[in-house]
């Protein structure tokens, strides 16, 4: 098998992305029916959008004013005139057996989304985001692997059939070497922040409402002309863009070196190995025979409307971030793994509740930030606010908790035990710093481990360490670790 560095020695990858994105309308693209996640089978539906005749669609003009609003905020040329088409195929979960769609005339085209890799700016041109409706679901039953090959029988749900459904294709990219994988998933990661800054989609891969295809090929380092590509479809984590890019490089560089051809084809990528799978050939173009959706009329959005979305459009996460990465201090590094923790709204929230940025940082992506990676979940997912946050870095700037009391408290609220100041009281995981108590313990601490003691009264003051360590052990970390060698120091030095 080829090795990724081996792959890059002889070849220079070009990739390019499809992202699907279901916008977040609260009815379907030309019906009213619910979008909802999560219902019933088969309970969203209309005659609409199951084709029965007779029917008729409506555009559903959030969904325009939206996909207006990505294209603008990928600082795309907007369409003054354009319409929709019928894309004809036959396919289960197609319930028309034609899709309505945009083909040569897109909404949206040649724009670009800025994103940063080890603090260089790399640009992702953008060759159109047009809009279409969304197919239904089919769940094939019976196989090992979910897919329709050994399934004994299959299901179609047809709720998620007719959502509104946004297609953002790149243009190809080139010269990014052994950082694709990493560009590939930096754009995908960028474009969800900015989406979700626009609150056009939730953008939850895990539901379907974010998918990605991945389109690859290989040339020759030098060559003219780009190899053949191959499209590894619906990638569903951000891991796993980076991940499909990585193992399709060593994959086709493998049959190259070996001298066989790569086959323009789909792939299916899978989320256990890594790996992906030959899908169907692409060989043969395929006929959709597109011509004009006959039963909608031209969409022609005025100048001044698109003005007045492009002057409504919030602050862009990547401006955001850099001017939050200059407020906070912080590195670009650091700035980058607070997004790709998912943990940048929920600092700067904390932030404007009166913490330091350097403890918001540390809290967020520090210990939560191990919490979320073990729980496969972002660190805002998690079930603790931005106020618990601040209300700990308060308890140990109070000096009531030390950082192991705080971590304990911290643990407890994810568990859901309450608020810090309810664990706080129900543990009884205040620091100790009354001088009677702390000096029973320093006592002890002496009378076990006199030779220590002795060397502090000689005058080796780093060997205090050693009593201040035993008695924050025997008080469970809960002591003054200050006040406690301040006691030790009068005990044994003012003899």
């Not at 090959?149 to 959502?163: C, E, F, K, Q």
């Not at 991940?243 to 990528?269: N, P, Y």
Request: aromatic content about 6%.
């Amino acid at each position: 098998m080829t090795t990724y560095d081996d792959a890059l020695a002889k070849f220079e990858p070009v990739f390019g992305l499809e992202t699907h994105v279901e916008l977040g309308t609260a009815s379907k693209m030309f019906c009213g029916c619910s979008t909802t996640f999560g219902a019933a089978p088969n309970t969203h539906t209309c005659p609409t959008c199951l084709g029965l005749p007779g029917s008729l669609p409506v555009t559903n003009a959030m969904a325009i004013e939206s996909t207006i609003r990505i294209g603008l905020a990928l600082h795309c040329t907007i369409a003054s005139w354009c319409r929709f088409a019928r894309k004809n195929y036959f396919y289960p979960d197609m319930p028309k057996n034609f899709q309505i769609s945009q083909y040569d005339e897109p909404l949206c085209t040649d724009g670009y989304l800025d994103v940063e890799i080890n603090g260089e700016v790399v640009r992702v041109g953008i060759e159109r985001v047009h809009l279409e409706e969304d197919t239904g679901k089919s769940l094939h039953v019976g196989g090992s692997t979910g897919r329709i090959h050994g399934a004994t029988h299959s299901l179609v749900d047809y709720n998620r059939a007719g959502i509104p459904l946004v297609e953002i294709v790149t243009k190809p990219v080139p010269a990014t070497g052994a950082l694709a994988p990493e560009v590939a998933r930096a754009y995908v990661t960028e474009l969800r922040e900015t989406l979700r800054a626009l609150d056009v989609s939730d953008v939850r891969m895990e539901e379907g409402s974010l998918r990605c295809d991945v389109n690859l090929s290989l040339n020759a380092i030098g060559a003219a002309e780009w190899g053949t590509r191959s499209e590894t479809k619906n990638v569903n984590s951000l891991r796993s863009v980076e991940r499909a890019v990585r193992s399709e490089i060593e994959r086709q560089a493998d049959v190259l070196s070996s001298g066989g051809r790569v086959k323009q084809e789909t792939r299916h990528f899978h989320e256990d190995s890594g790996l992906s799978t030959s899908g169907r050939s692409k060989e043969q173009a395929e006929d959709y025979r597109y011509f004009p959706e006959p039963d909608l009329v031209p969409i022609a959005p005025s100048a001044d409307w698109v003005e007045a979305l492009r002057a409504a459009l919030p602050e862009l996460p990547f401006d955001r971030r850099r001017r939050l990465r200059d407020e906070w201090g912080i590195s670009v590094l650091d700035m980058q793994s607070a997004l790709n923790a998912g943990a940048v709204n929920s600092i700067e929230a904390t932030v404007a509740l009166g913490v330091a940025a350097r403890d918001a940082f540390k809290w967020w992506m520090g210990e939560l930030a191990r919490q979320a990676n073990e729980r496969g979940v972002e660190v805002g997912e998690l079930p603790i606010t931005p106020a618990h946050v601040a209300c700990i870095v308060a308890l140990v700037d109070a000096g009531t908790l030390n950082d192991k009391l705080a971590r304990q408290v911290l643990d407890a609220v994810v568990a859901g035990e309450g608020d810090p100041d309810a664990v706080v009281a129900a543990r009884g995981l205040a620091v100790v710093s009354d001088d009677g108590a702390l000096g029973q313990a320093i006592d002890a601490a002496i009378a076990a481990d006199p030779d220590v003691a002795q060397k502090v009264r000689d005058g080796k003051i780093a060997a205090a360490g050693a009593l201040v360590g035993a008695v924050m052990k025997a008080t469970q970390g809960q002591a003054d670790a200050a006040r406690v060698r301040e006691l030790v120091l009068e005990r044994l030095t003012s003899v």
